[in-house]
């Protein structure tokens, strides 16, 4: 069981901006894919959600080809934070977590779908906010308000199979503690055994909070695995043009990356 990619390639014109790429993501676990801009990390989220048509290859949720999949059912399994939501009307942050029970709700809303939105208003620390409008909060406040509706989305197990969250660039506009409670929440959710696919920039909190880290370079995997085993000095300047130490952190999960400067240009 898991989300899972084979051969996909993305083409734009004449140019590969992906692949070709195999990646899974599986239960139990936090993927987090890191890498340069442009390396095509937001590309492959995409490919993987559906939003984007594979050129070639293919993406299997549970063995099941992504298209074959009735959009409830769908819904139910797999769950998708984007790097930015629009939303026009002035839902309050409770109705906003609301949306994420769609999948779920009969024709009125239940006590479970509250119950849900709740609790997820909960683990994004957003419940303080609940009566507010969406569109008076700050862009922090809106991107935690729009994971609670996710993991709204996603609190219920499915009846067979594992459920899939995946996540752009979740921390890009919070605070340092709030990236923290994010990261925290979708380790919950895999403890819970689900999936989580982050795509995130931080080095040192994919680190500390990942299982396996996704290195990609211009389309391409270059690494997968522990970060411990992943992260290296001659990667970073590699991959980043960056030079960096990289050192155990005593009571650190994952290795600890020190910027030192930019790398020299290959010769």
């Known amino acids: 069981m898991s989300l899972e990619v084979r051969g996909v390639e993305v083409w734009r014109g004449r140019g590969r901006t992906l692949g070709p790429l195999d990646l ?24 993987m959600t559906g939003e984007l048509r ?14 074959r999949w009735r959009p409830l059912e769908r819904a139910r399994r ?18 906003v977590a609301l949306l994420g029970r769609s999948p779920h709700a009969s024709k009125r809303e239940g006590s479970a ?18 009566s ?13 308000v729009q994971l609670a509706r996710v993991l709204a989305q996603l609190s219920e197990p499915v009846e067979s199979g594992h459920r899939y969250l995946l996540l752009d660039e979740p921390t890009a506009s919070l605070d340092l503690a709030h990236q923290h409670l994010v990261l925290e929440a979708a380790t ?3 403890q819970e055994g689900g999936a989580v696919l982050a795509v995130l920039h931080d080095l040192n909190l994919a680190a500390r909070y990942a299982h396996r880290l996704a290195v990609l370079a211009e389309g391409r995997v270059v690494e997968v695995g522990a970060p411990a085993k992943v992260l290296s000095q001659e ?7 960056l030079r960096v130490q990289v050192v155990d952190w005593p009571g650190s999960p994952g290795p600890l990356v020190i910027p030192e400067g930019r790398a020299p240009l290959p010769t």
């Open 113 to 130: 779908d509250m119950t849900a939105a709740v609790a997820a208003l909960d683990a994004t620390d957003t419940r303080h906010l609940a």
């Open 78 to 95: 797999l769950g998708v934070l984007p790097q930015e939501s629009s939303l026009g009307f002035g839902f309050t942050a409770l109705e």
């Open 132 to 144: 507010r409008s969406y569109l008076t909060l700050s862009g922090g406040e809106r991107q935690r």
């Open 54 to 67: 594979c050129t070639a290859g293919e993406v299997l949720l549970e063995g099941v080809p992504l298209e």
């Open 188 to 190: 919950r959710f895999a």
């Open 24 to 47: 899974s993501v599986q239960p139990g676990e936090v993927l987090a894919v890191v890498g340069p801009n442009g390396a095509g990390k937001s590309t492959l989220l995409s490919a």
């Open 235 to 241: 990667l970073v300047a590699r991959v980043f043009g």
